[in-house]
């Protein structure tokens, strides 16, 4: 077993209330319940010796192994190819009623064999509340229960001829199971919120099957409801399951990663936990699952957006904050986990994120821009909701001219950041159509004048004329690849002068391979130590822009290659490191929310140019 295998060498599997990452060699080293934003049952992947672990691997030694998912499913297959036969183990979360939340959580791993014989071994070793927690361990013939203050784990195995005979060791268990071809085995692991609530009887094998059957349906019948026909059904279908996986389905709202603590720099401090809802991430997922034909879940969003601006109870005492947890709660305090010797030495790690309380004007755009989108915004949000709409638009008209932290909360300081003021023209516009569609009462003229205000102020403090760009702040001439967006959002033509040649200028500074940087950190100081390596998202907005732009060829070659650095199973990180790894939480929703737009644009531009 790899003491830090990785971060691409892993799947996903999840529960549409939590998720799970297991390596390629049949780890379970990432896994919080009963929610995303829960503290970890297992986090090897930020400590090996702490952070506990539930792995199933051959016996053998010298395995070959390869991962892959049961098509358009997420259900992950990781096969082991041994000198005395071959095994695999199939990993799922069986779906419950999204509609509502539930006090247990399943992980099924079922072990089989399809050639000769291979042994197994079992090892499972959770660690409650980040490692902070002791717990008691009870075994019986087959069945180990984990007992911590705040919730149980229970663990069932079983085989052919009956249970399995589990070894306690210290508060962990372990078990060998040696299958025959054609013989199956299977272990489940049940989290339950309440330690003293009865314990989940042991699983047959019909009922394991039928959780299976269960989960392999649910996963068909929702990539069916896709529109995508286009040239990369394949990766795209991959992205909207990774999207769906991470996303909350009490409350229909998506975390940015499921991962705390991944490095954006192997030893480095940039450190976050993503377990939580960007509103801007979240936002522009609105427009790529709605043009995939997921009406359902983007509506779901925009409920929980709504309810958002309604509540209005902020840390920072502004109308909205940037990031929420899955159920609206403003409070993400931030805290070290300095017990954690983090991904591969890489500390501090951190639970929570302080970033909650930054201002970043940007997000009242993303707002109207997901509220914009919707089927019918008159009857999603109503009268009430277009009087919360209106209230905030009527105070973003009197607040937007201010300095902020911007995209990519840095903590360096407050800056007249350009995006920034361009989310908020993009706030201006939408409300302002809104407004003439639905026929609402509304200061039209009053936000068209801030909208326009917004625009020239852009035009000429956000343009260098020596750089023959648009810029990151206005005090800087550094570039950003956040203006990547400035055409999706109409501010400018995809092949406006000044569009194509801040296109041209990021090319020369930000591109490297078609990768992209955010921006230069040396020339731009974030307040943080360390490097970083080129953001996917970026890459991925760069190619959409390409195509936009007309620039087919580069489009493309930039897009198929972007496509070669996603791992075995079609996954991002958030970055790509100087060797190719991949770096930062994962898998990152923006990321494949930027691969969702990167393919639409192009299959539309194609399509349009008969290629």
């Known amino acids: 077993m790899r003491r830090y295998p990785p971060i691409a060498d892993h799947g996903l599997i999840g529960d549409l209330h939590t998720a799970a990452l297991i390596s390629c060699d049949g780890v379970l080293d990432w896994f919080c319940a009963p929610r995303f934003d829960s503290p970890s049952l297992f986090a090897s992947l930020l400590d090996h010796d702490r952070g506990g672990y539930f792995a199933i691997t051959p016996a053998a030694e010298g395995a070959t192994t390869r991962q892959l998912y049961l098509a358009d499913t997420a259900i992950l297959v990781t096969r082991f190819m041994t000198e005395e036969g071959v095994g695999e183990v199939v990993d799922f979360m069986p779906l ?37 927690a002791t717990h008691r361990l ?51 692991l049940t989290v339950c919120d309440d330690p003293g609530a009865q314990p989940p009887p042991q699983p047959t094998e019909s009922e394991v099957r039928h959780a299976f059957r269960s989960t392999y349906d649910h996963w068909h019948r929702w990539v069916r409801r896709s529109r995508y026909r ?22 229909g709202a998506p975390v940015a990663a499921v991962t705390a603590g991944l490095p954006e720099h192997l ?87 302080d970033a909650a309380g930054q201002l970043q004007l940007d997000i009242y755009g993303e707002v109207a821009y997901a509220l914009s989108h919707a089927r019918d915004p008159a009857q999603l949000a109503g009268y009430d909701g277009w009087r919360n709409l209106r209230a905030l638009l009527d105070w973003l008209a009197r607040t937007w001219d201010r300095p902020d932290e911007g995209i990519w909360e840095t903590r360096g300081g407050r800056r007249h950041f350009t995006f920034s003021r361009l989310m908020c023209w993009a706030a201006f516009d939408r409300g302002i159509r809104l407004a003439r569609e639905l026929a609402r009462p509304a200061d039209v003229a009053g936000w068209t004048a801030a909208r326009d205000a917004v625009f020239e102020q852009v035009m000429e403090r956000g343009w260098s004329t020596r750089r023959q760009a648009f ?84 489009a493309r070659y930039a897009f198929d290659k972007m496509l070669t650095y ?28 930027a691969l969702i737009m990167a393919a639409l644009a192009l299959d539309e531009e194609l399509d349009r140019a008969g290629d």
């Open 566 to 593: 996603a791992n075995h199973v079609g996954l991002f990180a958030e970055e790509i490191g100087p060797a190719g790894e991949q770096l930062g939480n994962f898998p990152q929703a923006f990321t494949h929310v």
């Open 96 to 132: 419950g009623d999204a509609a509502c939340p539930e006090d247990r959580h399943s992980v099924i791993r079922v072990m089989r064999v399809t050639r000769g014989e291979v042994r197994f071994r079992l090892d499972c070793r959770p660690r409650f509340d980040y490692a902070r």
């Open 230 to 251: 286009g040239r990369w059904q394949q990766v795209v279908n991959r992205s909207a399951i990774t999207l769906k996986l991470m996303t909350y389905a009490p409350t």
């Open 471 to 554: 810029v990151q702040h206005y005090d800087s001439e550094v570039l950003d690849a956040s203006l990547l967006l400035m055409p999706v959002v109409g501010f400018l033509s995809p092949k406006d002068r000044r569009w194509l040649s801040t296109l041209d200028a990021m090319e020369a500074e930000l591109v490297s391979d078609s990768l992209v940087h955010r921006y230069d950190p040396v020339a731009s100081p974030d307040g943080l130590r360390g490097d970083e390596g080129t953001f996917s998202l970026c890459s991925f907005l760069y190619a959409g822009a390409l195509a936009r732009a007309g620039r087919l060829g580069m």
């Open 267 to 353: 030893g480095g401090e940039r450190n976050w936990d993503y377990r939580y809802t960007w509103i801007r991430d979240a936002s522009l997922s609105v427009k790529a699952l709605l043009d995939l034909g997921y009406e359902e879940e983007a509506d779901a969003f925009r409920r929980w957006l709504g309810a958002r601006v309604a509540a209005g109870a902020t840390v920072t005492g502004e109308p909205l904050q940037i990031m929420y947890r899955v159920d609206g709660d403003p409070h993400l305090t931030e805290e070290v986990l300095g017990h954690l010797e983090g991904y591969r030495g890489s500390a501090p790690v951190r639970a929570g994120n």
């Open 138 to 188: 009870d075994v019986e013939q087959g069945a180990a229960r984990f007992t911590a203050p705040d919730s149980a784990v229970h663990l069932h195995v079983a085989a052919p001829g009956g249970r399995v005979e589990l070894r306690a060791e210290g508060g962990d268990v372990r078990a060998d199971l040696a299958l025959r071809q054609g013989q199956r085995a299977a272990a489940v």
